[in-house]
């Protein structure tokens, strides 16, 4: 996905994700912190782009993701919910406040904590869904 953004104004700084299953059917939600490539603070976010990005994504999943989102349904399109930058700073002053150490911090790839989860979804600005079943 990161080649999908090269083409635009826009760079990931960082990103978690988990499995939504409040929903059905089930999806992966991948949290997305960008950052504008020029100077400008202001992110310009591309919704041909972001959704690009999640097609890509699906496309680079397992043969049997692909086939129970394709064929089976089971498993809803996948998302992208971009958040306001600093919000993973936030992640890790939550994680330190809970006696993670400063020095050894990493950002988890996927997050199961719903003190985490609050800190990303108060700051989600938008959402992009995968709008088209990944091939077989």
């Not at 809970?98 to 959402?127: D, F, M, R």
Request: proline content about 3%; hydrophobic content about 40%.
């Amino acid at each position: 996905a990161t080649l999908v953004l090269k083409s635009s104004d826009l760079v990931l700084m960082g990103f978690t994700c988990y499995a939504d299953i409040s929903t059905l059917p089930g999806h992966y939600i991948f949290y997305w912190e960008l950052k504008s490539k020029t100077i400008s603070d202001i992110v310009k976010l591309d919704n041909k782009v972001l959704v690009e990005c999640c097609c890509v994504m699906e496309e680079s999943l397992c043969a049997l993701y692909r086939e129970l989102r394709s064929k089976d349904g089971s498993i809803g399109a996948l998302e992208i919910r971009v958040v306001q930058q600093e919000t993973f700073n936030s992640l890790m002053e939550l994680a330190i406040s809970q006696g993670a150490s400063p020095s050894q911090y990493k950002t988890p790839i996927c997050i199961n904590s719903s003190e985490a989860s609050a800190v990303l979804e108060s700051n989600v600005l938008a959402c992009f869904f995968s709008d088209k079943s990944p091939t077989l």
